[in-house]
């Protein structure tokens, strides 16, 4: 069964600072990764996603993430914090292969100090 | 529509009351899929619907939960006899891809609270 652990459901930087939220999986075949940010009272939205290509993928806002088979992880990091960067991050794994289910992490919340 | 949009944004009710989400997936997507949302659980796997082929049902915590998809389009998540515990954001998301490489667009939620 596809597992997501997300390391440290708070993380406080700031601003300016490098950002890094680490995720670690569990799958059974060669996984999907995926990233999706929550702003606050909004819904989740797609930050990035591994499909099988670059292991180095980037997304939105300069996010970036590397997906690491020999640590089963797919860290996301970002070289420097904004303030608009607070928000929740959730990691999530798909096995793929035309099954889509998508299981997802407990979630990081990402606080930024001035 | 252009996104996807559930209904109603907040619901409160007593317990033991009989309660209906509705979720309008994206147009054309043919992936449709129910999550819980809780403080400190992250997103709570429910049901998965996937074209005409029969819902993944595995993450349903109860005989309580069911939840229907009409017509390929419009879902329906009930939840019987309403509990305390059942009070969290239930968020619907659609997709237009197979092969687990598609994103996944969700709703806002709507925020159950069950006094």
């Known amino acids: 069964a596809q597992s997501v652990t997300q390391l440290g459901s708070h993380v406080s930087v700031s601003e300016g600072a490098l950002v890094l939220l680490r995720c670690n999986y569990s799958?059974?075949?060669?996984?999907?990764l995926f990233w999706y940010v929550q702003y606050p009272n909004q819904g989740l939205q797609l930050l990035l996603k591994?499909?099988?290509?670059?292991?180095l993928v980037k997304g939105i806002n300069d996010f970036e993430a590397e997906f690491k088979k020999s640590e089963t992880s797919f860290h996301l990091t970002k070289p420097s914090a904004h303030m608009s960067d607070a928000a929740e991050y959730f990691c999530?794994?798909?096995?793929?292969?035309?099954?889509?289910?998508?299981?997802f992490g407990t979630g990081t919340k990402l606080q930024v100090i001035p | 529509g252009a996104g996807v949009s559930q209904s109603p944004s907040n619901k409160v009710t007593e317990k033991g009351k009989d309660v209906e989400l509705r979720c309008d997936p994206i147009?054309?997507?043919?992936?449709l899929y129910w999550y819980r949302q809780s403080l400190g659980q992250g997103l709570e796997f429910l049901i998965y619907?996937?074209?005409?082929?029969?819902?993944?049902k595995s993450g349903l915590p109860s005989d309580r939960f069911s939840a229907e998809r009409t017509g390929g389009s419009v879902s329906t998540l009930t939840i019987q006899r309403t509990q305390q515990e059942d009070s969290a954001v239930y968020l619907c998301?659609?997709?237009?891809?197979?092969?687990?490489?598609?994103?996944?667009?969700f709703g806002e939620g709507s925020r159950l609270t069950v006094l």
């Open positions: 591994y499909t099988s290509a670059a292991t």
């Open positions: 147009s054309g997507h043919t992936a």
């Open positions: 999530a794994v798909s096995e793929g292969g035309g099954y889509q289910k998508v299981t």
């Open positions: 619907f996937q074209g005409n082929s029969a819902p993944d």
């Open positions: 998301a659609s997709s237009g891809r197979t092969g687990g490489t598609g994103e996944l667009f």
């Open positions: 799958s059974s075949v060669p996984p999907y």
